[in-house]
Protein backbone atom coordinates (compact mmCIF):
# COMPACT_ATOMS: atom_id res chain seq x y z
CA UNK A 1 0.00 0.00 0.00
CA UNK A 2 1.17 3.19 -0.96
CA UNK A 3 2.19 5.61 1.96
CA UNK A 4 0.10 9.02 1.10
CA UNK A 5 2.97 11.03 3.33
CA UNK A 6 5.43 9.80 0.89
CA UNK A 7 3.68 10.93 -2.12
CA UNK A 8 3.13 14.10 -0.78
CA UNK A 9 7.33 14.37 -0.22
CA UNK A 10 7.59 13.16 -3.62
CA UNK A 11 5.36 15.56 -5.35
CA UNK A 12 7.00 18.71 -3.54
CA UNK A 13 10.64 17.57 -4.10
CA UNK A 14 9.46 17.41 -7.84
CA UNK A 15 7.79 20.64 -7.27
CA UNK A 16 11.19 22.01 -6.04
CA UNK A 17 13.49 20.84 -7.87
CA UNK A 18 11.66 21.94 -11.08
CA UNK A 19 11.73 25.32 -9.16
CA UNK A 20 15.70 25.30 -9.31
CA UNK A 21 16.09 24.79 -12.86
CA UNK A 22 13.95 27.30 -13.76
CA UNK A 23 15.91 29.69 -11.75
CA UNK A 24 19.35 28.35 -12.52
CA UNK A 25 18.12 28.59 -16.46
CA UNK A 26 16.84 32.17 -15.76
CA UNK A 27 19.92 33.49 -14.12
CA UNK A 28 22.87 32.64 -16.90
CA UNK A 29 26.60 32.40 -15.35
CA UNK A 30 27.49 36.08 -15.77
CA UNK A 31 31.20 35.54 -17.25
CA UNK A 32 30.12 33.59 -20.01
CA UNK A 33 27.97 34.45 -23.36
CA UNK A 34 25.72 31.93 -25.25
CA UNK A 35 25.52 33.18 -28.68
CA UNK A 36 23.28 31.36 -31.33
CA UNK A 37 25.27 30.78 -34.54
CA UNK A 38 23.07 29.01 -37.15
CA UNK A 39 24.73 26.06 -38.83
CA UNK A 40 27.57 24.07 -37.81
CA UNK A 41 30.78 26.30 -39.10
CA UNK A 42 31.99 25.09 -42.50
CA UNK A 43 35.76 25.82 -41.42
CA UNK A 44 37.48 28.16 -38.76
CA UNK A 45 40.31 28.65 -41.07
CA UNK A 46 40.33 31.40 -42.54
CA UNK A 47 41.52 30.91 -45.89
CA UNK A 48 38.21 27.81 -45.71
CA UNK A 49 35.91 29.43 -44.21
CA UNK A 50 32.41 30.65 -46.21
CA UNK A 51 29.54 31.17 -43.86
CA UNK A 52 28.74 33.39 -41.71
CA UNK A 53 28.36 30.91 -38.72
CA UNK A 54 32.55 30.54 -39.55
CA UNK A 55 32.84 34.03 -40.14
CA UNK A 56 31.56 35.24 -36.64
CA UNK A 57 33.87 33.02 -34.45
CA UNK A 58 36.86 33.87 -36.28
CA UNK A 59 36.34 37.68 -35.71
CA UNK A 60 36.83 36.60 -32.34
CA UNK A 61 39.71 34.50 -32.88
CA UNK A 62 41.77 36.11 -35.34
CA UNK A 63 42.45 39.67 -35.71
CA UNK A 64 44.13 41.25 -39.10
CA UNK A 65 46.19 44.99 -39.77
CA UNK A 66 42.56 46.23 -39.02
CA UNK A 67 39.46 44.95 -37.23
CA UNK A 68 36.06 46.21 -36.68
CA UNK A 69 34.58 48.89 -33.64
CA UNK A 70 31.46 47.95 -31.96
CA UNK A 71 29.69 50.28 -34.74
CA UNK A 72 31.12 47.64 -37.56
CA UNK A 73 33.39 50.44 -39.04
CA UNK A 74 37.22 49.68 -39.55
CA UNK A 75 39.32 50.47 -35.99
CA UNK A 76 42.78 49.89 -35.88
CA UNK A 77 44.10 46.38 -34.81
CA UNK A 78 47.16 44.66 -35.01
CA UNK A 79 47.99 47.83 -36.82
CA UNK A 80 48.76 50.77 -34.71
CA UNK A 81 48.86 53.47 -37.63
CA UNK A 82 49.57 53.58 -41.51
CA UNK A 83 50.90 55.99 -43.86
CA UNK A 84 49.54 56.00 -47.60
CA UNK A 85 51.83 57.44 -50.79
CA UNK A 86 50.39 60.43 -52.16
CA UNK A 87 49.39 57.86 -55.54
CA UNK A 88 47.48 55.61 -52.98
CA UNK A 89 49.17 52.23 -54.36
CA UNK A 90 51.45 52.23 -51.33
CA UNK A 91 49.92 51.73 -47.49
CA UNK A 92 52.78 50.97 -44.80
CA UNK A 93 51.27 49.76 -41.62
CA UNK A 94 53.51 49.89 -38.62
CA UNK A 95 52.46 46.79 -35.97
CA UNK A 96 51.83 47.46 -31.82
CA UNK A 97 54.53 45.80 -30.38
CA UNK A 98 52.23 44.26 -27.55
CA UNK A 99 50.45 42.05 -30.55
CA UNK A 100 50.32 38.29 -29.49
CA UNK A 101 49.59 35.22 -30.31
CA UNK A 102 47.95 33.04 -27.89
CA UNK A 103 51.07 31.28 -26.93
CA UNK A 104 52.63 34.72 -26.13
CA UNK A 105 54.83 34.87 -28.99
CA UNK A 106 54.68 38.19 -30.85
CA UNK A 107 52.78 38.88 -34.01
CA UNK A 108 55.43 39.84 -36.93
CA UNK A 109 55.01 41.21 -40.22
CA UNK A 110 56.20 38.16 -41.83
CA UNK A 111 53.13 36.21 -39.97
CA UNK A 112 50.69 38.32 -42.66
CA UNK A 113 53.65 37.93 -45.66
CA UNK A 114 53.38 34.41 -45.25
CA UNK A 115 49.54 34.05 -44.55
CA UNK A 116 48.40 36.15 -47.76
CA UNK A 117 50.66 34.03 -50.11
CA UNK A 118 49.43 31.14 -49.24
CA UNK A 119 46.11 32.71 -49.52
CA UNK A 120 46.22 33.44 -53.44
CA UNK A 121 48.06 30.35 -53.69
CA UNK A 122 46.30 28.38 -56.56
CA UNK A 123 47.29 25.11 -54.31
CA UNK A 124 45.24 26.58 -51.28
CA UNK A 125 42.34 27.71 -53.21
CA UNK A 126 40.84 30.06 -50.70
CA UNK A 127 37.71 30.67 -50.92
CA UNK A 128 37.77 34.13 -51.43
CA UNK A 129 41.21 34.61 -52.80
CA UNK A 130 39.74 36.77 -55.36
CA UNK A 131 39.83 39.50 -52.66
CA UNK A 132 43.42 39.81 -52.73
CA UNK A 133 43.33 41.29 -56.22
CA UNK A 134 44.03 44.99 -55.58
CA UNK A 135 47.27 43.77 -54.12
CA UNK A 136 49.84 44.08 -56.98
CA UNK A 137 50.07 40.66 -58.88
CA UNK A 138 47.62 38.94 -56.64
CA UNK A 139 45.26 37.59 -59.94
CA UNK A 140 48.29 36.40 -62.05
CA UNK A 141 49.26 34.63 -59.16
CA UNK A 142 45.91 33.25 -58.39
CA UNK A 143 45.66 32.05 -62.28
CA UNK A 144 49.21 30.58 -61.81
CA UNK A 145 50.60 33.11 -63.75
CA UNK A 146 53.34 34.18 -61.26
CA UNK A 147 54.63 32.32 -58.67
CA UNK A 148 53.24 33.82 -54.86
CA UNK A 149 56.60 35.66 -53.47
CA UNK A 150 55.75 38.42 -56.50
CA UNK A 151 52.73 39.30 -54.38
CA UNK A 152 53.15 43.33 -53.49
CA UNK A 153 53.44 42.80 -49.66
CA UNK A 154 56.42 42.96 -47.93
CA UNK A 155 57.80 42.70 -44.26
CA UNK A 156 60.19 45.90 -43.81
CA UNK A 157 61.25 44.27 -40.25
CA UNK A 158 59.12 42.53 -37.88
CA UNK A 159 57.14 45.54 -37.09
CA UNK A 160 56.24 47.17 -40.38
CA UNK A 161 54.47 45.59 -43.34
CA UNK A 162 54.44 47.70 -46.93
CA UNK A 163 51.39 46.53 -49.25
CA UNK A 164 51.53 47.48 -52.71
CA UNK A 165 48.33 47.71 -54.65
CA UNK A 166 47.46 47.07 -58.48
CA UNK A 167 45.44 50.09 -57.98
CA UNK A 168 44.38 52.61 -55.76
CA UNK A 169 40.98 51.05 -53.42
CA UNK A 170 39.39 53.20 -51.18
CA UNK A 171 37.63 50.11 -49.40
CA UNK A 172 41.07 48.44 -48.20
CA UNK A 173 40.51 49.35 -44.74
CA UNK A 174 37.39 47.41 -44.44
CA UNK A 175 39.03 44.37 -47.00
CA UNK A 176 42.04 44.07 -44.00
CA UNK A 177 40.00 44.13 -41.05
CA UNK A 178 37.98 40.55 -42.78
CA UNK A 179 39.29 37.35 -41.15
CA UNK A 180 40.57 35.99 -44.82
CA UNK A 181 43.44 39.03 -43.90
CA UNK A 182 44.11 37.57 -40.33
CA UNK A 183 48.42 36.71 -40.31
CA UNK A 184 49.12 33.07 -39.72
CA UNK A 185 51.70 31.38 -37.95
CA UNK A 186 53.49 28.64 -39.90
CA UNK A 187 51.70 25.46 -38.17
CA UNK A 188 48.69 26.78 -40.02
CA UNK A 189 50.24 27.07 -43.54
CA UNK A 190 51.07 23.03 -43.94
CA UNK A 191 49.59 21.32 -46.22
CA UNK A 192 47.80 19.24 -44.47
CA UNK A 193 45.53 21.90 -42.74
CA UNK A 194 44.99 23.58 -45.94
CA UNK A 195 43.37 20.83 -47.27
CA UNK A 196 41.26 19.28 -43.92
CA UNK A 197 39.18 23.05 -43.93
CA UNK A 198 38.57 21.79 -40.30
CA UNK A 199 41.18 23.11 -37.70
CA UNK A 200 41.48 26.48 -36.67
CA UNK A 201 44.98 28.44 -36.60
CA UNK A 202 46.52 30.26 -33.93
CA UNK A 203 44.68 33.14 -32.35
CA UNK A 204 45.72 36.34 -31.74
CA UNK A 205 42.81 37.69 -31.49
CA UNK A 206 40.19 38.23 -28.01
CA UNK A 207 39.54 34.92 -27.46
CA UNK A 208 40.97 31.51 -28.49
CA UNK A 209 39.41 27.56 -29.31
CA UNK A 210 38.86 25.89 -26.14
CA UNK A 211 36.38 22.90 -27.59
CA UNK A 212 34.23 22.46 -30.82
CA UNK A 213 31.75 19.51 -30.36
CA UNK A 214 30.45 19.01 -33.73
CA UNK A 215 26.72 19.94 -34.31
CA UNK A 216 26.51 21.04 -31.04
CA UNK A 217 29.10 23.94 -30.18
CA UNK A 218 32.67 25.59 -30.00
CA UNK A 219 33.56 27.50 -26.98
CA UNK A 220 35.90 30.25 -26.73
CA UNK A 221 37.80 31.61 -23.92
CA UNK A 222 39.60 34.73 -23.33
CA UNK A 223 42.87 35.16 -24.83
CA UNK A 224 45.27 36.58 -21.63
CA UNK A 225 47.69 37.68 -24.54
CA UNK A 226 45.59 39.70 -26.62
CA UNK A 227 46.30 43.51 -26.36
CA UNK A 228 43.60 44.38 -24.72
CA UNK A 229 42.75 42.12 -22.91
CA UNK A 230 42.03 43.90 -20.12
CA UNK A 231 38.65 45.57 -21.54
CA UNK A 232 37.27 42.20 -22.69
CA UNK A 233 34.40 41.56 -20.03
CA UNK A 234 33.18 37.72 -20.94
CA UNK A 235 35.43 34.73 -19.72
CA UNK A 236 33.98 32.65 -22.19
CA UNK A 237 32.03 32.50 -25.37
CA UNK A 238 30.09 29.79 -26.69
CA UNK A 239 28.67 29.58 -29.81
CA UNK A 240 25.94 27.47 -30.02
CA UNK A 241 24.68 25.52 -33.50
CA UNK A 242 21.26 26.48 -33.92
CA UNK A 243 19.97 25.60 -37.30
CA UNK A 244 16.38 25.60 -36.40
CA UNK A 245 14.96 29.13 -35.67
CA UNK A 246 12.09 28.04 -33.73
CA UNK A 247 14.36 26.31 -31.17
CA UNK A 248 16.30 28.80 -30.77
CA UNK A 249 13.80 30.89 -29.44
CA UNK A 250 12.44 28.43 -26.94
CA UNK A 251 16.59 28.36 -25.92
CA UNK A 252 16.30 32.29 -25.71
CA UNK A 253 12.74 32.31 -23.56
CA UNK A 254 14.59 29.91 -21.08
CA UNK A 255 17.30 32.05 -21.06
CA UNK A 256 20.08 29.40 -22.13
CA UNK A 257 20.92 32.30 -25.18
CA UNK A 258 22.05 35.68 -24.79
CA UNK A 259 21.74 36.35 -28.52
CA UNK A 260 20.05 34.81 -31.42
CA UNK A 261 21.43 33.98 -34.65
CA UNK A 262 18.06 35.01 -36.07
CA UNK A 263 14.42 34.50 -35.42
CA UNK A 264 11.59 32.25 -36.64
CA UNK A 265 9.43 34.19 -39.48
CA UNK A 266 6.06 32.44 -37.79
CA UNK A 267 6.78 33.93 -34.22
CA UNK A 268 7.32 37.58 -35.52
CA UNK A 269 4.03 38.91 -34.20
CA UNK A 270 4.25 36.93 -31.16
CA UNK A 271 7.99 38.05 -30.39
CA UNK A 272 6.84 41.61 -31.26
CA UNK A 273 3.43 41.57 -28.31
CA UNK A 274 5.77 39.87 -25.42
CA UNK A 275 9.31 40.62 -26.20
CA UNK A 276 9.79 43.98 -27.80
CA UNK A 277 12.23 44.83 -25.58
CA UNK A 278 14.30 42.11 -26.97
CA UNK A 279 13.71 42.08 -30.85
CA UNK A 280 16.47 44.13 -33.02
CA UNK A 281 15.83 44.20 -36.86
CA UNK A 282 18.22 46.47 -38.56
CA UNK A 283 18.57 47.35 -42.25
CA UNK A 284 21.35 44.80 -43.21
CA UNK A 285 24.08 44.86 -46.60
CA UNK A 286 22.55 41.96 -47.88
CA UNK A 287 20.76 40.58 -50.49
CA UNK A 288 18.75 37.03 -50.69
CA UNK A 289 18.47 35.22 -54.33
CA UNK A 290 18.24 32.07 -55.83
CA UNK A 291 20.64 30.89 -58.02
CA UNK A 292 20.03 29.23 -61.02
CA UNK A 293 22.88 27.30 -63.09
CA UNK A 294 22.48 28.71 -66.48
CA UNK A 295 25.22 26.05 -67.71
CA UNK A 296 22.83 23.15 -67.85
CA UNK A 297 19.22 22.45 -69.49
CA UNK A 298 16.84 23.49 -69.00
CA UNK A 299 17.91 26.73 -67.13
CA UNK A 300 20.32 27.44 -70.25
CA UNK A 301 17.55 28.90 -71.51
CA UNK A 302 17.49 32.56 -71.11
CA UNK A 303 13.89 33.09 -71.59
CA UNK A 304 13.13 30.48 -69.28
CA UNK A 305 15.09 32.22 -66.60
CA UNK A 306 13.08 35.47 -67.04
CA UNK A 307 9.75 33.79 -66.39
CA UNK A 308 10.96 31.85 -63.00
CA UNK A 309 12.01 35.60 -62.31
CA UNK A 310 9.09 37.36 -63.18
CA UNK A 311 6.71 35.05 -61.69
CA UNK A 312 7.64 35.52 -58.14
CA UNK A 313 4.99 37.73 -56.35
CA UNK A 314 8.07 39.33 -53.76
CA UNK A 315 4.91 41.48 -52.06
CA UNK A 316 3.22 38.31 -50.87
CA UNK A 317 6.61 36.26 -50.06
CA UNK A 318 8.22 39.20 -47.19
CA UNK A 319 4.55 40.22 -45.89
CA UNK A 320 2.90 37.16 -45.90
CA UNK A 321 5.77 34.53 -45.54
CA UNK A 322 8.51 35.60 -43.94
CA UNK A 323 6.84 39.09 -42.24
CA UNK A 324 10.32 40.54 -40.37
CA UNK A 325 11.01 43.29 -42.30
CA UNK A 326 12.64 42.29 -45.59
CA UNK A 327 11.94 44.33 -48.34
CA UNK A 328 11.21 43.18 -51.92
CA UNK A 329 13.70 42.97 -54.34
CA UNK A 330 13.70 42.86 -58.19
CA UNK A 331 17.42 44.01 -57.80
CA UNK A 332 20.61 42.35 -56.68
CA UNK A 333 22.51 45.39 -55.02
CA UNK A 334 20.73 46.32 -51.65
CA UNK A 335 19.48 50.16 -51.22
CA UNK A 336 22.34 51.22 -48.20
CA UNK A 337 25.13 50.70 -50.66
CA UNK A 338 23.56 53.11 -53.64
CA UNK A 339 22.71 56.19 -51.00
CA UNK A 340 23.37 59.26 -53.43
CA UNK A 341 22.91 57.26 -56.82
CA UNK A 342 21.17 59.58 -59.33
CA UNK A 343 20.64 56.63 -61.37
CA UNK A 344 19.88 53.75 -60.04
CA UNK A 345 17.19 51.59 -61.14
CA UNK A 346 14.47 51.34 -58.88
CA UNK A 347 14.26 48.33 -56.64
CA UNK A 348 10.44 47.96 -57.71
CA UNK A 349 9.27 46.00 -60.85
CA UNK A 350 9.26 48.11 -63.83
CA UNK A 351 5.63 46.54 -64.03
CA UNK A 352 2.57 49.04 -63.51
CA UNK A 353 1.17 45.95 -61.42
CA UNK A 354 1.16 41.98 -60.77
CA UNK A 355 -1.21 41.18 -63.27
CA UNK A 356 1.45 43.08 -65.95
CA UNK A 357 4.26 41.64 -64.67
CA UNK A 358 2.65 37.88 -64.43
CA UNK A 359 2.02 38.42 -68.34
CA UNK A 360 5.25 39.12 -68.75
CA UNK A 361 6.62 36.10 -66.80
CA UNK A 362 4.04 34.15 -68.92
CA UNK A 363 4.90 35.74 -72.60
CA UNK A 364 8.55 34.46 -71.74
CA UNK A 365 7.79 30.98 -70.78
CA UNK A 366 6.15 30.55 -74.22
CA UNK A 367 8.76 32.06 -75.86
CA UNK A 368 11.57 29.43 -74.20
CA UNK A 369 9.54 26.62 -75.59
CA UNK A 370 9.18 25.03 -72.02
CA UNK A 371 7.27 22.10 -71.83
CA UNK A 372 5.29 22.44 -68.25
CA UNK A 373 3.30 19.37 -68.54
CA UNK A 374 6.04 16.52 -69.59
CA UNK A 375 9.12 18.49 -68.31
CA UNK A 376 10.94 16.94 -65.08
CA UNK A 377 10.61 19.29 -62.16
CA UNK A 378 12.82 21.85 -61.04
CA UNK A 379 15.02 20.64 -58.62
CA UNK A 380 15.48 23.58 -55.81
CA UNK A 381 18.49 23.03 -53.19
CA UNK A 382 18.46 24.65 -49.90
CA UNK A 383 20.38 24.51 -46.29
CA UNK A 384 18.22 22.52 -43.62
CA UNK A 385 16.31 25.69 -41.88
CA UNK A 386 12.59 26.12 -41.08
CA UNK A 387 12.78 29.71 -42.93
CA UNK A 388 14.17 28.48 -46.01
CA UNK A 389 12.19 25.56 -46.00
CA UNK A 390 9.29 28.23 -46.13
CA UNK A 391 10.98 29.95 -48.70
CA UNK A 392 11.35 27.31 -51.15
CA UNK A 393 7.84 25.84 -50.96
CA UNK A 394 6.39 29.58 -51.84
CA UNK A 395 8.61 30.23 -54.67
CA UNK A 396 7.79 26.33 -55.59
CA UNK A 397 3.84 27.50 -55.44
CA UNK A 398 3.79 30.53 -57.31
CA UNK A 399 5.72 28.83 -60.28
CA UNK A 400 3.25 25.57 -60.10
CA UNK A 401 0.22 28.49 -59.87
CA UNK A 402 1.46 31.11 -62.23
CA UNK A 403 3.48 29.34 -64.73
CA UNK A 404 2.49 25.35 -64.46
CA UNK A 405 5.98 24.30 -63.88
CA UNK A 406 6.98 21.91 -60.70
CA UNK A 407 9.70 21.64 -58.73
CA UNK A 408 11.11 19.22 -56.57
CA UNK A 409 12.52 20.30 -53.19
CA UNK A 410 15.85 19.06 -51.58
CA UNK A 411 17.23 20.11 -48.06
CA UNK A 412 20.78 19.13 -46.94
CA UNK A 413 22.86 20.74 -43.64
CA UNK A 414 25.15 23.45 -44.65
CA UNK A 415 27.88 21.91 -44.79
CA UNK A 416 26.99 19.43 -47.22
CA UNK A 417 25.14 22.55 -49.14
CA UNK A 418 28.28 24.51 -49.65
CA UNK A 419 29.68 21.84 -51.68
CA UNK A 420 26.51 20.50 -53.69
CA UNK A 421 25.62 24.25 -54.91
CA UNK A 422 29.20 24.08 -56.83
CA UNK A 423 28.10 20.52 -58.97
CA UNK A 424 27.80 21.23 -62.59
CA UNK A 425 24.57 19.34 -62.53
CA UNK A 426 22.88 21.63 -59.63
CA UNK A 427 19.64 23.31 -61.15
CA UNK A 428 18.30 26.22 -58.83
CA UNK A 429 19.67 26.61 -55.21
CA UNK A 430 19.20 28.91 -52.17
CA UNK A 431 21.73 31.78 -52.66
CA UNK A 432 22.47 35.29 -51.63
CA UNK A 433 25.38 37.70 -50.41
CA UNK A 434 26.50 39.88 -47.46
CA UNK A 435 28.30 42.62 -48.52
CA UNK A 436 32.22 42.10 -47.53
CA UNK A 437 32.83 45.21 -48.31
CA UNK A 438 30.18 48.55 -48.53
CA UNK A 439 30.78 48.81 -52.72
CA UNK A 440 28.18 47.04 -55.07
CA UNK A 441 31.43 46.15 -56.96
CA UNK A 442 31.56 43.30 -54.16
CA UNK A 443 27.99 42.06 -55.55
CA UNK A 444 28.72 42.30 -58.97
CA UNK A 445 32.14 40.54 -58.97
CA UNK A 446 30.53 37.65 -58.01
CA UNK A 447 29.28 36.86 -61.87
CA UNK A 448 32.74 37.85 -63.21
CA UNK A 449 34.00 35.08 -65.79
CA UNK A 450 36.99 34.26 -63.02
CA UNK A 451 35.20 34.24 -59.76
CA UNK A 452 35.85 31.53 -57.60
CA UNK A 453 31.83 32.17 -56.08
CA UNK A 454 30.49 31.94 -59.52
CA UNK A 455 28.38 28.97 -58.95
CA UNK A 456 25.65 30.30 -61.29
CA UNK A 457 28.41 29.55 -64.54
CA UNK A 458 27.41 32.77 -65.47
CA UNK A 459 29.93 34.38 -68.50
CA UNK A 460 29.40 37.66 -70.13
CA UNK A 461 32.76 39.13 -71.21
CA UNK A 462 30.62 42.30 -71.77
CA UNK A 463 30.03 42.20 -68.07
CA UNK A 464 33.36 41.17 -67.17
CA UNK A 465 34.29 44.23 -69.34
CA UNK A 466 32.16 46.52 -67.33
CA UNK A 467 33.46 45.76 -64.33
CA UNK A 468 37.02 46.63 -65.46
CA UNK A 469 35.52 50.02 -66.04
CA UNK A 470 34.05 49.85 -62.74
CA UNK A 471 37.07 49.47 -60.99
CA UNK A 472 38.80 52.19 -62.98
CA UNK A 473 36.64 54.88 -62.67
CA UNK A 474 35.13 57.23 -59.93
CA UNK A 475 32.22 59.24 -58.63
CA UNK A 476 29.16 59.53 -61.25
CA UNK A 477 30.95 57.52 -63.77
CA UNK A 478 31.49 54.85 -61.72
CA UNK A 479 27.83 54.77 -60.65
CA UNK A 480 26.72 54.82 -64.42
CA UNK A 481 28.67 52.05 -64.97
CA UNK A 482 27.18 49.81 -61.88
CA UNK A 483 23.84 50.72 -63.12
CA UNK A 484 24.91 49.31 -66.27
CA UNK A 485 26.45 46.24 -64.96
CA UNK A 486 23.90 45.13 -63.05
CA UNK A 487 21.24 46.06 -65.68
CA UNK A 488 22.91 43.73 -67.75
CA UNK A 489 23.21 41.05 -65.42
CA UNK A 490 19.53 41.24 -64.39
CA UNK A 491 18.32 40.90 -68.03
CA UNK A 492 20.03 37.75 -68.61
CA UNK A 493 19.22 36.31 -65.30
CA UNK A 494 21.44 34.37 -64.00
CA UNK A 495 19.84 34.83 -60.36
CA UNK A 496 16.42 35.77 -59.02
CA UNK A 497 16.64 38.41 -56.04
CA UNK A 498 13.61 37.72 -53.83
CA UNK A 499 14.42 40.19 -51.13
CA UNK A 500 16.53 42.80 -49.17
CA UNK A 501 18.17 41.26 -46.02
CA UNK A 502 17.70 42.91 -42.26
CA UNK A 503 19.13 41.71 -39.57
CA UNK A 504 17.31 40.17 -36.76
CA UNK A 505 18.30 39.00 -33.51
CA UNK A 506 16.88 38.93 -30.08
CA UNK A 507 19.03 40.27 -27.36
CA UNK A 508 19.28 39.40 -23.77
CA UNK A 509 18.19 42.54 -21.24
CA UNK A 510 21.34 42.03 -19.84
CA UNK A 511 23.60 42.58 -22.41
CA UNK A 512 25.34 45.70 -23.02
CA UNK A 513 27.80 47.01 -26.12
CA UNK A 514 25.74 45.56 -28.57
CA UNK A 515 25.37 48.39 -31.49
CA UNK A 516 23.25 47.89 -34.29
CA UNK A 517 24.81 48.05 -37.77
CA UNK A 518 24.13 47.33 -41.68
CA UNK A 519 27.49 45.00 -41.51
CA UNK A 520 25.52 43.02 -38.64
CA UNK A 521 29.02 42.12 -37.23
CA UNK A 522 28.93 42.19 -33.38
CA UNK A 523 32.41 41.04 -31.62
CA UNK A 524 32.24 39.65 -28.51
CA UNK A 525 34.84 41.65 -26.76
CA UNK A 526 32.67 44.83 -27.10
CA UNK A 527 29.93 43.33 -25.43
CA UNK A 528 29.57 42.86 -21.21
CA UNK A 529 26.65 41.86 -18.71
CA UNK A 530 24.66 45.08 -17.47
CA UNK A 531 23.60 43.58 -14.26
CA UNK A 532 27.54 43.32 -13.32
CA UNK A 533 29.04 47.10 -13.82
Known amino acids: MKNPLWSQCRLWLAALLVSLSLCTSASPDPTVLDRGNGAEPDSLHPHQAQGLGSQNILRDVCEGLLTVDASGKPAPGVASSWRISDDGRQWDFTLRPDARWEDGSPVRAGDFVAAWRAAVSPRTQAHQAALFDVIENAKAIRRGQQEASNLGVTAVDDRHLRVRLSRPEASLPELLSLPLFCPLQPAALTSAVLKSGGRKPASNGAYRLLEWVPQEKIVLGKNPHFHDADSVAFARVIYWVTEDPASELKRFRAGELDITETIPDNQIDWIRQ ?260
Open 274 to 533: HRPQNLRIFPYLGTFFLGLNTNHAPLDNAALREALFWAIDRDILTRKVLKSGQQPAYRLIPPPMLAGGTSSPDSHPPFVDWSAQLAYARKQLAESGFKTQTAEPLEILYNSSANQRKVALAVAAMWRQNLGIRSRLRNVEWKVFVHERKKPERQVFRSGWIADVNDPLDFLRLFSSDSPNNYYHYHNPKFDALLGQIRLSQGEQRQQLIDQAERLLLADAPVIPLYFYVSRHLLSDRIGGYVDNVADRHLSRYLHDKTRR
